[in-house]
């Protein structure tokens, strides 16, 4: 076993929870390792960002590099009918700053990781790449480390004061405490693929992102990337998709496709590339945001259905805000739970806000039109809320929308813990 030198702070996962976090840290002058499974440039789904990304993005210094890059300008999002009729474009501009937030991008994730990686290693951090993060070190109930796995199957223990879980959708802390928290009734499959050469918008609209219907509140993603590359994939219930016994992932999405005639149109002059993917595990909770030593961030700390697109923004913004927390947490050698309080509680809000319009969306009689016939003034925070800006009181919102359909009720979560780790529940 090899026992490394001790950074200020750990982090496992270079995501853009884990980029972000470390070039923060590192902008203020700690010493931080990040431990990366994988090698970047890396394959990643979560393609499209929203318009209040800007802020993480502009904080992180990188809205210059953004706009000098290859990818797809983003001003709009559509929404489209089973039988093809589609909803006038929203542009961001009608609401919000045209120079700043109103604009915002399509990304491929190989390259925007690899952007936000690069950007911490340039800010100072030390990414160690090929190296599996297999358990967390406990001393008199606290985490002091990780033991790790490099890609030539040695072993190391790296040593902390804090360790970042930006490890994503896998939750490596959440899983192995017992903290993961279903959302019962989030429980979407999702299938999705890649096309080339496929009709586009053009002008204005060219990136907008397209959210089209299926029946049973099924929905497409249709996102154009840059390189005359679509993302396009199906989300719905595990029962309605694989309905009559089919479960060949490509027999599924061919299937969808003709269950909605806009996106057959656009797919019809095409052609499909790569795999199909899937994915089931959809919408999961921490039960704490903090235990003493270890701090959750990303989708580590919550995985909320991307119907809206808001995982990147929450990613980046959790980022963000764990690495200003962690700062006054080294220089006050304070690791106390309560330092962690108000991280818990502004990245709560925001999952809540967003999953009460996600719950509306997947409500078979919701629509937002019927909302904004009613109350023409709650147009201005469903927009708001679509956008990412979700840390507000939208609670006269939801009184409003509560009139159409039930909505859920806060989840008890995300506090950090108060007393000592116990030992993990088995994986
Ligand atoms: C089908 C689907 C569609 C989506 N669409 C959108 C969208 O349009 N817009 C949007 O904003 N979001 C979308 N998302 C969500 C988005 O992908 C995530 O919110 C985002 O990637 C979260 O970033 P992260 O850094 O927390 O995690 P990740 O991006 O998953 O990064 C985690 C990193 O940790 C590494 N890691 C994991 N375990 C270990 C370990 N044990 N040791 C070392 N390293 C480890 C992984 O290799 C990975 O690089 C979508 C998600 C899904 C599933």
């Known amino acids: 076993m090899n026992v490394q030198t001790s950074p200020e702070v750990l982090i496992i996962g270079g995501g853009p929870a884990g980029a972000t976090a470390a070039a923060i840290l590192a902008e203020h002058g700690h010493e931080v390792l990040v431990l990366e499974r994988e090698k970047f440039p890396r394959y990643h789904i979560g393609e499209s960002l929203i318009p209040f990304t800007y802020h993480p993005l502009e904080r992180l210094g990188l809205i210059p590099r953004l706009r000098a890059s290859a990818f797809q300008k983003k001003y709009s999002v559509v929404f ?69 796995r490099h890609a030539d199957g040695s072993i190391a223990e790296y040593r902390a004061p804090l360790t970042l879980d930006c490890s994503g959708k896998d939750s490596f802390a959440a899983v192995r405490q017992g903290w993961r928290v279903r959302d019962p009734y989030l429980n979407k499959v999702a299938v999705w693929t890649y096309y080339e050469g496929s009709k586009r918008e053009t002008g204005l609209d060219e990136g907008q992102t397209t959210v089209a219907f299926v029946p049973e509140k099924g929905w497409f993603w249709h996102i154009p990337l840059h390189g005359d590359r679509v993302s396009v994939g199906v989300v719905a219930e595990g029962k309605y998709l694989t309905r009559g016994g089919v479960k060949d992932p490509r027999a599924i999405f061919e299937r969808e496709i003709h269950q909605n005639l806009w ?50 923004m929450l990613a980046l913004k959790s980022g963000v805000l764990a690495g200003d927390t962690v700062h006054e947490a ?42 904004i016939d009613k109350y023409p ?29 039930p909505l859920p009720e806060e989840l008890p979560l995300g506090g950090p813990m108060e007393s000592v780790l116990p030992e993990p529940v088995p994986a």
């Open 263 to 312: 996106i057959r149109d656009h797919l019809a002059t095409g052609r499909q590339v790569g795999p199909y993917y899937v994915t089931s595990e959809y919408t999961h909770h921490a039960r704490y945001c903090y235990a003493p030593g270890l701090l959750l961030v990303g989708d580590a700390f919550c995985f909320l259905d991307p119907v809206f697109s808001s995982g990147l």
């Open 330 to 371: 080294l220089v006050a050698r304070d690791f106390s739970p309560e330092r962690f309080a108000a991280y818990g509680t502004t990245m709560r809000q925001g999952i809540e806000n967003m999953r009460k319009l996600v719950y509306a969306f997947y409500n078979p009689t919701f629509s937002f039109k019927a909302v």
């Open 377 to 405: 003034e709650a147009a201005g925070d469903i927009t708001d809320c679509l956008s990412g800006d979700v840390n507000k009181d939208l609670s006269g919102l939801w009184a409003k929308i509560r009139e159409f359909v």
């Open 80 to 148: 489209v009918q089973p039988d093809g009729r589609a909803s006038q474009p929203f542009y961001f501009f009608t609401r919000y700053d045209r120079d700043t937030v109103a604009q915002t991008w399509q990304v491929l994730r190989s390259e925007f990781d690899l952007m936000l990686l690069n950007h911490a290693r340039e800010r100072g951090a030390a990414v160690c790449e090929q190296t599996t993060v297999t358990d967390l070190l406990r001393e008199d109930g606290r985490v002091v480390g990780v033991r790790a």
